[in-house]
């Protein structure tokens, strides 16, 4: 058709013949339609639609090029194409080695499915073929072509993939309908997008739907442009870099200045980090500081801060720590070896020793050890790490009130130093070293940070994996690390930070515990401390126990080793001034060398007079005994409160005489009264409430004028109502009776659990009476006759 005779007659058929096939072979094609007017070649797969092909080629060679909607869906192919395609003539075809065919199309013009005829064995349509309409007037159509040969231009000057030919192409191309076919059929679009294209029948709309996709096609290529563009001058200004950077070694090559062996030291560093490997961001942070310190002038202060920086990140242990064999007999061996008794504690880390053996990548608790001064709980930990091979580091938090202690401070301080934790790893050389941190208890809040909520990062398992300290400002994982904290008392650790820790409880020793610790362990090692043979010496069991009970009644061994230290330094400046000395120690050397006993006798400890009692109390230092007192004094009714007790104590005092008043048979005695009720040891605060039983007994004993049974020991909370609640520290408690002759206690039976989980040895010698109310301590400490409390009738 002639170009004047389309712009004379726009509603004609656009058809190059009318002998076009009603009914036709359809062949389904994937990715993207083809557009009328092309020729192409097309790879047909072996499989259903080779025979169409053949039957096809047989005849006048038409065939229906037919879009599928999905290219990887099971549907039958009928089900799964579009309704308009385009019908081609094939003009060649070529067998293909695997099945397939090799087909050259021409492409002539648009149809649509009326019907499908056939679907086996051959998938055949009934089709017609749409009219193809202007659709608008002569001149817009002349600014919708002229419109869309100016973009294509503009594309084709951004695009280096146009070629010549296709330049040539559009400048012959004068029908508008084609032309907007070449143009899209060249786009780089979505399937659907060309779909529509190929369903746009009137020019206008076709024209319109090309102009919107090309000018959207302009714009992506103009932004690849710009980012080429900018990966051009990275490229360039890299390679500038490198130029300079070899004149500049040059330069130095000259001046005989040379490489500086820092530089060398720090690029190995880069490489060590490299092969571990680490994150991206160290490998880009540790980067990026070389090129600082090569490029910084040595005298500055900057070029000494980078390299501390740097120095800091080489001495660090990157590298997986490697995979330790744990010999439980050997731990065993070691813990039995450095600690008598503590068979729960041993237990416990034998537990945990063999849970790592079994799953090596198992975190683990972190274990808190606490107890009094001197059970042992710093020289556990060495032994821990003795034990599984590891290096240990003992840091000390008692006291620490600065955040920066544990995390380091930031860069940008003059005198900026990493935390304790990052010097540790620095130190020790090794990533599953193990930390003591010692006295955990005593950390408190300043003005430089809360220290304790900073450890609530390290000591959780699932967030010490990229622990950042401040200084370093990099992650490092702390996982592999062995934590164990030490504490005298587990009441100042916050909550959250006690919840992160499993906590482990050491009592106090007894004086048969004291006495082989005594001979097994601090003989040898005080004797040799001070340059003497201790074989040369000897000393009785009753000595010792007497240097015990006399000197030394702490809950731990450190009083003990001071005051043995002291004996054999007298000892030893005898023996060097060669004056005549015992080998064998007896009492009396003890007193000749140490002085008076500080406990002589255990007056303080046994109820000798109506109104005293005596309690068993636990503190930080361990258990102890108070003896309570209590007396009449002219007055109406009232108490008197002495020897610094707490809020707690006070109101377990109220409650004592409101429960003995209330009934006692003859509340009479308490007229035109007041009580005096004291704790000795008066310079010494005392709080708890596990003293009420204690009390009450003091007040009943002074109310009947009678003192109580001999040999008791008491504990236990006390209600109005006469019943008696749990306690803590029970074990402690009763390692404070045995240790000042108590051979009777009574407790809460409410305690029978922790009772039971106590070793026999500790409570070997000992008459235990768990009780629920008060009148069964009445009943135990008064003398049968006397002895019952009767509740006053109800009126």
């Known amino acids: 058709m002639e170009t004047n005779e389309y712009w004379e007659n726009p509603t004609k058929l656009a058809r190059l013949e009318d002998t076009l096939p009603k009914q036709i072979f359809l062949l389904p094609i994937k990715v993207r339609p083809v557009f009328p007017g092309i020729i192409t070649?097309?790879?047909?797969?072996?499989?259903?639609?080779?025979?169409?092909?053949?039957?096809?080629?047989?005849?006048?060679?038409?065939?229906?090029?037919?879009?599928?909607?999905?290219?990887?869906?099971?549907?039958?192919?009928?089900?799964?194409?579009?309704?308009?395609?385009?019908?081609?003539?094939?003009?060649?075809?070529?067998?293909?080695?695997?099945?397939?065919?090799?087909?050259?199309?021409?492409?002539?013009?648009?149809?649509?499915?009326?019907?499908?005829?056939?679907?086996?064995?051959?998938?055949?349509?009934?089709?017609?073929?749409?009219?193809?309409?202007?659709?608008?007037?002569?001149?817009?159509?002349?600014?919708l072509m002229r419109t869309l040969l100016i973009l294509t231009k503009e594309l084709a000057q951004n695009n280096p993939l146009f070629t010549e030919d296709m330049k040539l192409t559009m400048m012959n191309v004068n029908e508008p309908g084609?032309?907007?076919?070449?143009?899209?059929?060249?786009?780089?679009?979505?399937?659907?997008?060309?779909?529509?294209?190929?369903?746009?029948?009137?020019?206008?709309?076709?024209?319109?739907?090309?102009?919107?996709?090309?000018?959207?096609?302009?714009?992506?290529?103009?932004?690849?442009?710009?980012?080429?563009?900018?990966?051009?001058?990275?490229?360039?200004?890299?390679?500038?870099?490198?130029?300079?950077?070899?004149?500049?070694?040059?330069?130095?090559?000259?001046?005989?200045?040379?490489?500086?062996?820092?530089?060398?030291?720090?690029?190995?560093?880069?490489?060590?980090?490299?092969?571990?490997?680490?994150?991206?961001?160290?490998?880009?942070?540790?980067?990026?500081?070389?090129?600082?310190?090569?490029?910084?002038?040595?005298?500055?202060?900057?070029?000494?801060?980078?390299?501390?920086?740097?120095?800091?990140?080489?001495?660090?242990?990157?590298?997986?720590?490697?995979?330790?064999d744990i010999n439980l007999l050997h731990a065993k061996k070691i813990l039995n070896r450095d600690h008598h008794k503590l068979e729960d504690v041993k237990e416990r880390i034998l537990e945990f020793l063999a849970v790592h053996k079994l799953n090596p990548k198992s975190r683990g608790s972190i274990l808190c050890l606490v107890g009094p001064p001197g059970v042992g709980k710093t020289s556990i930990a060495k032994s821990v790490a003795e034990a599984l091979g590891r290096k240990f580091y003992r840091f000390s938090v008692g006291g620490v009130r600065d955040e920066a202690e544990i995390k380091g401070h930031r860069r940008t301080y003059i005198g900026a130093m990493p935390g304790k934790l990052i010097a540790a790893m620095k130190i020790t050389k090794e990533r599953d070293a193990v930390i003591l941190l010692d006295e955990i208890d005593k950390m408190s809040p300043g003005f430089q940070g809360d220290p304790q909520a900073a450890l609530l990062e390290v000591l959780d398992p699932e967030q010490n994996s990229n622990f950042r300290d401040h200084y370093l400002d990099l992650p490092f994982d702390l996982s592999d690390v062995f934590f164990i904290a030490t504490a005298n008392t587990y009441e100042p650790i916050p909550r959250v930070l006690l919840d992160r820790m499993e906590v482990i409880q050491l009592s106090g020793y007894i004086t048969e515990e004291k006495v082989q610790i005594f001979e097994k362990y601090l003989w040898k090692k005080i004797f040799n401390k001070n340059g003497l043979n201790p074989d040369l010496f000897s000393m009785k069991k009753e000595t010792i126990s007497y240097l015990i009970n006399s000197y030394s009644r702490e809950s731990g061994l450190r009083g003990l080793e001071k005051t043995f230290d002291k004996l054999v330094r007298k000892i030893a400046l005898k023996h060097v001034l060669k004056e005549k000395y015992s080998k064998e120690i007896r009492e009396k050397d003890l007193i000749d060398f140490l002085g008076a006993p500080p406990f002589v006798d255990d007056r303080m400890t046994i109820p000798k007079v109506p109104g005293t009692a005596l309690g068993?109390?636990?503190?930080?230092?361990?258990?102890?005994?108070?003896?309570?007192?209590?007396?009449?004094?002219?007055?109406?009714?009232?108490?008197?409160?002495?020897?610094?007790?707490?809020?707690?104590?006070?109101?377990?005092?109220?409650?004592?005489?409101?429960?003995?008043?209330?009934?006692?048979?003859?509340?009479?005695?308490?007229?035109?009264?007041?009580?005096?009720?004291?704790?000795?040891?008066?310079?010494?605060?005392?709080?708890?409430?596990?003293?009420?039983?204690?009390?009450?007994?003091?007040?009943?004993?002074?109310?009947?004028?009678?003192?109580?049974?001999?040999?008791?020991?008491?504990?236990?909370?006390?209600?109005?109502?006469?019943?008696?609640?749990?306690?803590?520290?029970?074990?402690?408690?009763?390692?404070?009776?045995?240790?000042?002759?108590?051979?009777?206690?009574?407790?809460?039976?409410?305690?029978?659990?922790?009772?039971?989980?106590?070793?026999?040895?500790?409570?070997?010698?000992?008459?235990?009476?768990?009780?629920?109310?008060?009148?069964?301590?009445?009943?135990?400490?008064?003398?049968?006759?006397?002895?019952?409390?009767?509740?006053?009738?109800?009126?």
Request: hydrophobic fraction near 40%; aromatic fraction near 6%; proline fraction near 4%.
């Open 41 to 143: 070649p097309l790879i047909v797969p072996a499989g259903r639609f080779i025979p169409s092909i053949e039957e096809t080629a047989k005849g006048a060679g038409f065939i229906g090029l037919i879009l599928l909607k999905k290219d990887d869906s099971d549907e039958p192919s009928e089900n799964n194409i579009y309704q308009v395609g385009v019908i081609a003539r094939i003009l060649k075809k070529i067998n293909l080695p695997d099945g397939g065919m090799n087909i050259l199309v021409n492409t002539i013009q648009r149809f649509s499915i009326d019907s499908i005829s056939s679907k086996e064995p051959f998938l055949t349509a009934n089709v017609i073929y749409p009219l193809e309409e202007i659709g608008t007037s002569k001149n817009n159509i002349k600014a």
């Open 178 to 324: 084609k032309m907007a076919d070449f143009v899209c059929s060249i786009l780089n679009l979505e399937k659907e997008d060309y779909q529509t294209v190929i369903e746009a029948v009137q020019v206008n709309d076709r024209l319109e739907k090309v102009l919107l996709f090309l000018r959207k096609e302009i714009e992506l290529v103009v932004l690849q442009k710009k980012i080429q563009e900018q990966i051009n001058d990275k490229i360039d200004n890299q390679q500038r870099q490198f130029f300079l950077r070899e004149q500049l070694k040059a330069i130095q090559d000259e001046l005989g200045i040379g490489e500086d062996k820092t530089e060398i030291k720090y690029d190995k560093l880069l490489e060590r980090l490299k092969s571990i490997p680490v994150s991206d961001e160290i490998i880009a942070e540790v980067s990026r500081e070389i090129e600082k310190i090569k490029t910084s002038d040595p005298v500055t202060s900057d070029y000494n801060v980078i390299r501390n920086y740097l120095d800091l990140i080489d001495a660090l242990p990157w590298e997986k720590p490697a995979v330790k």
């Open 616 to 795: 068993l109390a636990w503190t930080s230092a361990g258990g102890s005994t108070l003896l309570i007192e209590a007396v009449f004094v002219p007055g109406k009714g009232g108490l008197m409160l002495t020897g610094q007790m707490g809020k707690m104590m006070e109101e377990s005092a109220n409650i004592a005489i409101s429960f003995v008043k209330n009934y006692l048979d003859d509340s009479k005695v308490f007229d035109n009264k007041s009580i005096h009720l004291h704790v000795p040891d008066g310079a010494t605060p005392k709080d708890g409430p596990s003293a009420g039983i204690t009390m009450a007994t003091a007040i009943l004993s002074l109310a009947k004028g009678e003192t109580i049974l001999p040999g008791f020991g008491m504990t236990g909370e006390l209600t109005l109502t006469g019943e008696v609640l749990a306690i803590g520290g029970l074990r402690e408690k009763i390692v404070a009776a045995k240790r000042v002759g108590v051979k009777k206690i009574i407790f809460p039976k409410d305690n029978e659990k922790a009772f039971q989980e106590i070793p026999d040895y500790v409570k070997k010698g000992v008459q235990f009476f768990p009780v629920t109310r008060f009148e069964e301590v009445a009943n135990l400490v008064f003398k049968q006759k006397k002895n019952r409390i009767v509740k006053k009738k109800k009126k």
